[in-house]
């Protein structure tokens, strides 16, 4: 998914952020995708207050979404540099293709994680049957050693399993419970949709060099002593060994994100992540010029109005800045 927004801010990614002695909960800010009768997306990273989660950078969530009301989601090709795309959903499908020739549909339990290395180009149509879509669309940045990995795609159906009593958890990235993904990331990950009966609790044990994310979907939970609303994304930092969930009156659907603390330095602005400002620039300018960094898309069809392909936004006055980054934990 593209970062639709026509004037991106500046974000200042980087790891520095003081330990919180408590849970930190990022409620959702909604952006919507462009045109007349777009659907909105609910976004909690990139946050001023957290750039990222281990080295997830990026969580959209969206939906239910009436895609008779909305038109549903039809992305362009837009490109990517320096990160990992995963696209996971609850209800719906999704047609995806992208400039390294790869040609799928993302369906609810199944993950497709594309890693764009030095750039690629892809577009995410909901397919005509689709008259529901509720899902998440999220990015991993890419660590310096590895930013100019070759274009990859991967698609993992994740098994619903059972991991206490009245708790089942799909596990897409990494390793939760005893159920693992053979997905590869670059930096270590977690990744589960993660199901509460009502009125269950589940303390479940966590690795304690992550830091932890929870999402929200649907549901009442409280998280660590701490009730979420719908869309609040709770972030614990690295050195807890354990997370507390408990279900209200109804059932409980949730994310749960993980990872080792990132330390680096990052610019991230539109869909591009660099290491300075004249690195986003000139992937700006090669996107604008249609350079061979990012290839074609083939088979995309556009809307009858719509754009080939989405054009990049004006870079804001100024340089962008980066930090250094600092590990947490």
Known sequence: MSNPDPDPPELHCSGEHERASELLVLAPREVPLGGPRAMTVRRTLPHRDRPFVGAWCFVDHYGP????ETGGMDVAPHPHTGLQTVSWLFEGEIEHRDSAGYHAMVRP???NLMTSG???AHSEVSTPQT???HGVQLWVVLPEADRDAPRAFEN???PLAEVAAGVRARVFIGSLAGQHSPVRTFT???GAEVHLDPGATWEVEVDPAYEHGVLLDTGDLVVDGRPLTIGDLAIRDAGA???VLEAGPQPVRLMLLGGEPYGEQIVMWWNFIGRDHDEVARFREEWQARSERFGQVEGYLPRPGGLDRLPAPTLPGGRLRTRGGQRRG
């Not at 979404?65 to 008779?68: E, F, L």
């Open 188 to 190: 270590p990950l977690l």
């Open 65 to 68: 979404d009436d895609v008779g």
């Open 118 to 120: 030095g750039g690629i």
């Open 109 to 111: 339990g199944e993950v």
């Open 156 to 158: 993992y159906a994740a």
């Open 131 to 133: 008259r529901t879509l």
């Open 241 to 243: 060994s354990s997370l």
